[in-house]
Each structure stands twice: as C-alpha cells, then as structure tokens.
C-alpha cells in the first residue's frame, strides 16, 4: 500500500542552488548568536557581521528578526525528521515509524541547543509574545502535524485503529518528551541518560502506543 508521503530511506540529497546554501549558513551563524545572546539581544546587525554579510541580505532572505528566529526553529525542527526543512515525509509500518520518530525527538530534546533555545523562549515570551508563538508554530506545532498526518493515513491503510489521530499523536508525542523534557530543563545533572535508557524509554512508548490503537 501507499501514501502521498515518500519513506525516509528513499529520500535523496537534492543539490542546494547557491542562494538557498547562503540563506543556510546565514540561518547557522544566527543560530549560534540566539543562543548566546537571547532573542532580545540578539540584532540582524550582529548576525549580518558575524555571517559576514550585509543587513539588507539578511532581510531581503528572512523578512525580519522574527522571520530569522523561525528559520532557525524549523531548521531545528527538520532533524526529527531524519530529512532536509519542508521534506517532512514518515511511511511505512507504525513501530518503526514511530521508533524513529520517538527516539528522533527524544534526542532532539537532549541536546543542549535545543534546550538553550527553549529556556530563551520561555524566559523572554512575556516581554515578546510572537516568540513563543513562533517557537511553538515552528517546533512542536509542525512535529504535531505531521504525525497526525501519518495516523490518518495509517488508519486509512488499516495498519492502524486511530478514531481521533490528532488526540492519538499528542498521547504519543507526550509519553516520549513529557516527564524527560521537564527534569532536563529543572534538574539537569539529576540523571544520566544514555543511549540505551533513550531506546528503551521511546520502545516503551511504542508499546503503550501500539497496546491501544493497534488494529485487532
């Protein structure tokens, strides 16, 4: 059976035309300044001569600062998908699918970039609300989308029994970061998570998943 959405595996490196690999770079270097200054202190002036380039290239690519920040949180974003930013595609049989995506995310989660980024947001939302509207349209938002994307389909094919998929992919999404993302960001150091304690947390995920929508 299939679906309008192309396997992970059989995605292909698509050459990237000069002006979209400068936007990249550009998008990199902000990247790093966010991080260390913060949304708020964070200028296009400062990224435009960091990346070596001028103010106008910077808004003739992203539009504004805001426009900037969301490229960067897409860009984040995409790595749970194990594909380039816009190729987010999942097929194919439910666990794995699903393992990948889990362990995916759980890993994203971890990552100290990520969290930075996330502690920036919610620090500085109060005195700049688009932010966290961004963020979370840019991050959380999309990876909701297309996992209900998936469901649907999936439940269409008979490979799954989801009713609400929507509701099916925030239960999913929230076993697999939930309890994780909250001792990372309150106790960091508190436990030491491995690559195994990763697997098992998302397999277990999986499982629960799977023990109530599974077809019969």
Same mark, same amino acid.
């Given at each position: 059976?299939?679906? !309008?959405?192309?396997? #992970?595996?059989?995605?292909?490196?698509?050459?990237?035309?000069? /002006?979209?690999?400068? @936007?990249?770079?550009?998008?990199?270097?902000?990247?790093?300044? $966010?991080?260390?200054?913060?949304?708020?202190?964070?200028?296009?002036?400062?990224?435009?001569?960091?990346?070596?380039?001028?103010?106008?290239?910077?808004?003739? =690519?992203?539009?504004? +600062?805001?426009?900037?920040?969301? +490229?960067?949180?897409?860009?984040?974003? &995409?790595?749970?998908? /194990?594909? &380039?930013? *816009?190729?987010?595609?999942?097929?194919?049989?439910? @666990?794995?699918?699903? +393992?990948? #995506?889990?362990? %995916?995310?759980?890993?994203?989660? #971890? !990552?100290? !970039?990520?969290?930075?980024? $996330?502690?920036?947001?919610?620090?500085?939302?109060?005195?700049?609300?688009?932010?966290?509207?961004?963020?979370?349209?840019?991050?959380? &938002?999309?990876?909701?989308? =297309?996992?209900?994307?998936?469901?649907?389909?999936?439940? @269409?094919? *008979?490979?799954?029994?989801?009713? !609400?998929?929507?509701? &099916?992919?925030?239960?999913?999404? /929230?076993?697999?970061? /939930? %309890?994780?993302?909250?001792?990372?960001?309150?106790?960091?150091?508190?436990?030491?998570?491995?690559?195994? +304690?990763? =697997?098992?947390?998302?397999?277990?995920?999986?499982?629960?998943?799977?023990?109530?929508?599974?077809?019969?």
């Amino acid at each position: 059976m299939s679906t !309008d959405l192309a396997p #992970l595996e059989t995605q292909k490196p698509q050459r990237i035309p000069r /002006g979209e690999k400068r @936007r990249e770079e550009i998008a990199a270097v902000a990247a790093r300044v $966010f991080l260390e200054l913060g949304y708020t202190e964070t200028t296009m002036q400062i990224v435009a001569s960091r990346a070596g380039a001028s103010k106008e290239t910077l808004y003739r =690519h992203f539009g504004s +600062k805001e426009g900037l920040f969301a +490229k960067v949180v897409r860009a984040r974003s &995409a790595s749970v998908y /194990g594909g &380039a930013e *816009g190729e987010f595609r999942l097929q194919g049989e439910p @666990r794995e699918v699903l +393992k990948q #995506l889990g362990f %995916n995310l759980l890993r994203l989660i #971890l !990552d100290s !970039d990520p969290l930075c980024l $996330f502690r920036i947001v919610v620090a500085e939302s109060p005195r700049a609300p688009e932010l966290g509207r961004i963020f979370f349209e840019q991050g959380p &938002a999309q990876t909701l989308h =297309h996992l209900t994307r998936y469901l649907e389909n999936a439940t @269409r094919q *008979g490979l799954l029994n989801c009713p !609400d998929p929507r509701l &099916a992919a925030r239960l999913f999404l /929230g076993a697999v970061v /939930g %309890n994780r993302h909250i001792m990372l960001l309150v106790a960091p150091g508190f436990e030491t998570i491995t690559e195994e +304690k990763i =697997h098992h947390h998302v397999e277990e995920a999986v499982a629960m998943f799977l023990a109530k929508y599974a077809t019969r």
